[in-house]
């Protein structure tokens, strides 16, 4: 049975970080396949960050620079780090994971088998 529970989120002013935690059971984020994915209100959910085989990071034009994904093998859980957030980034934050390895389009929430309950991020 495959858990993910994030962590971290909150309210924060514009220019502030946050650091999200997606803590794994039953699945292991060592050389896996997993993304965070955000969605305001109104709005589709979208692909922020994925990290693919545990090696390979990709992230959406309105984060690269600013956000960073990265595992934790030992701990099993996964952290998207978030700085000089900004008013758009607010939203429920959501940790997914695939069993599909690569080849795929990261950013289409479809490919991700396992997903959290969320994390709510606001910036003022």
């Known amino acids: 049975h495959v858990q993910l529970v994030e962590s971290g989120g909150g309210s924060v002013q514009a220019g502030g970080s946050l650091r999200l935690s997606c803590l794994a059971s039953?699945?292991?984020?060592?050389?896996?396949?997993m993304g965070w994915f955000r969605q305001a209100p109104g709005k589709k959910r979208e692909g922020v960050a994925a990290?693919?085989?545990?090696?390979?990071?990709y992230y959406s034009e309105s984060v690269k620079g600013r956000f960073t994904i990265s595992p934790d093998n030992a701990k099993n859980t996964l952290f998207l780090q978030m700085n000089s957030l900004k008013p758009e980034d607010t939203g429920t934050y959501f940790c997914?994971?695939?069993?599909?390895?690569?080849?795929?389009?990261?950013?289409?929430?479809?490919?991700?088998?396992?997903w959290g309950q969320g994390t709510q991020v606001t910036v003022s």
């Open positions: 997914a994971a695939t069993s599909v390895q690569s080849g795929f389009d990261w950013t289409q929430a479809t490919m991700y088998n396992y």
């Open positions: 039953g699945y292991t984020v060592s050389g896996a396949s």
């Open positions: 990290i693919l085989v545990g090696r390979f990071s």
